[in-house]
C-alpha cells in the first residue's frame, strides 16, 4: 500500500486558449486530509475534474494506489473509490432525504437491479445510519429541497459516503453556508477522515476552514502550483499572502 493514495504529475490542461493548469505535480496522502487554495478562477476545480476523469489532460499523469488512472472515466475512477462532491449541490429537490441517499447508490454502475433488490434493507439501513452521522436523521423524510443550502451540502456528503469512498474530493464544501454551520459540517469532515478512514481532499476559499482540517496545503495560482507545505508554513509564505490573502 503506497503512502500516497494519488499521485499527480506534471498535469496541464487548457480550454482553447485557457491555461486552466499548467504543469501541475501533488500528491493526497492516504488517511490525510489535504487541502487545495487559490484566488477565483486559478485551476482549482479544474484539477479535480482531471483528477476524477470528468475532462482527459492534456498533459501529465495521475496515478490512483499506483495505478495510471488519467484515461478512464468517471464511472471507472468512481468505481475505484473515488469521488467527488461540486461546489452546486447535486441532489434531487422533490424527493425526500433517504431516498436521495437510496438513489445514490443504485446508480452505481456496478449495482444490478437485482442485487440492489436484496439489499434494498441494508442500503436503507445504511441511509439512515449516514444521515444521523451529519446531523439530518430527524429530516429524513422531508423533501430535500425544503432543507436550507447547508443542510443540502451536508444531505450531498451523506449521499456521496453512501458508496463507501476511500477518497473524497470535495469542491468547497463551505461555500454559501451560514457561519453558524460551518464547524458542524468541519466536524463531520473530521469526524468521516477519523471515524470512518476516509482520505480527504478538500478545495476550500475560507482560510479559516482549511488551516484548521488539513495537515497539508497546495495553493495554486493562474493555473500553476505556487507553493505548497503545512498549514503553519504555507499561511506565512509570502507568495501565498501575495496570491490569495491578498485578496486580489
Ligand atoms: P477555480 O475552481 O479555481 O475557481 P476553475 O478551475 O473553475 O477555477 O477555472 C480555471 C480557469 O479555467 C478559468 O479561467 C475558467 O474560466 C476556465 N474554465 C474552467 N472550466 C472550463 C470549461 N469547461 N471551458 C472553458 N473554460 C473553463
Ligand atoms: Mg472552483
Same mark, same amino acid.
Given at each position: 500500500? +503506497?503512502? !500516497?493514495? #494519488? ?8 480550454? %482553447?486558449?485557457?491555461?486552466? !493548469? ?8 492516504? %488517511? ?19 483528477? *476524477?476523469?470528468?475532462?482527459? #489532460? ?11 488512472? +488519467?484515461?478512464?472515466? *468517471? ?14 449541490? &447535486? ?19 456496478? +449495482?444490478?437491479?437485482?442485487?440492489? @433488490?436484496? &439489499?434494498?434493507?441494508?442500503? &436503507? $439501513? ?11 436523521? +430527524? ?16 444531505? $450531498? ?9 476511500? *477518497? ?19 466536524? &463531520?469532515?473530521?469526524? @468521516? ?8 481532499? *478538500?478545495?476550500?476559499?475560507? =482560510? ?16 500553476? =502550483?505556487? @507553493? !505548497? ?20
Amino acid at each position: 500500500m +503506497s503512502e !500516497n493514495l #494519488i499521485e499527480i504529475k506534471n498535469v496541464s490542461k487548457s480550454f %482553447g486558449g485557457v491555461k486552466a !493548469n499548467v504543469d501541475i505535480s501533488m500528491s493526497v496522502k492516504r %488517511g490525510a486530509i489535504t487541502g487545495i487554495i487559490g484566488p477565483n478562477g486559478c485551476g482549482k476545480s479544474t484539477l479535480f475534474n482531471s483528477i *476524477v476523469g470528468y475532462h482527459p #489532460i492534456d498533459n501529465g499523469s495521475i496515478t490512483f494506489e499506483g495505478n495510471e488512472i +488519467s484515461h478512464l472515466m *468517471v464511472d471507472e475512477i468512481a468505481r475505484l473509490g473515488m469521488l467527488r462532491t461540486f461546489q452546486q449541490t &447535486r441532489i434531487y429537490g422533490e424527493m425526500n432525504c433517504v431516498d436521495n441517499m437510496q438513489i445514490s447508490v443504485s446508480h452505481r454502475p456496478d +449495482s444490478k437491479d437485482s442485487m440492489f @433488490a436484496s &439489499r434494498k434493507g441494508e442500503i &436503507r $439501513e445504511r441511509a439512515e445510519h449516514l444521515l444521523e452521522f451529519v446531523g439530518l436523521y +430527524s429530516k429524513r423524510n422531508l423533501i430535500s429541497g425544503d432543507l436550507s443550502f447547508g443542510q443540502q451540502k451536508l444531505l $450531498e456528503f451523506a449521499m456521496a459516503l453512501m458508496n463507501e469512498p476511500k *477518497v473524497l474530493l470535495l469542491d468547497e464544501p463551505t461555500a454559501g453556508i451560514n457561519p453558524t454551520l460551518i464547524n458542524g459540517l468541519i466536524d &463531520r469532515l473530521r469526524r @468521516a477522515n477519523e471515524e470512518l478512514g476516509i482520505t480527504l481532499c *478538500v478545495i476550500e476559499h475560507n =482560510m479559516r476552514v482549511i488551516m484548521n482540517l488539513a495537515s497539508h496545503i497546495y495553493c495554486l495560482s493562474n493555473g500553476k =502550483m505556487l @507553493a !505548497n507545505g503545512e498549514p503553519e508554513k504555507l499561511q506565512n509564505d509570502p507568495r501565498v499572502i501575495d496570491a490569495y490573502l491578498g485578496g486580489h
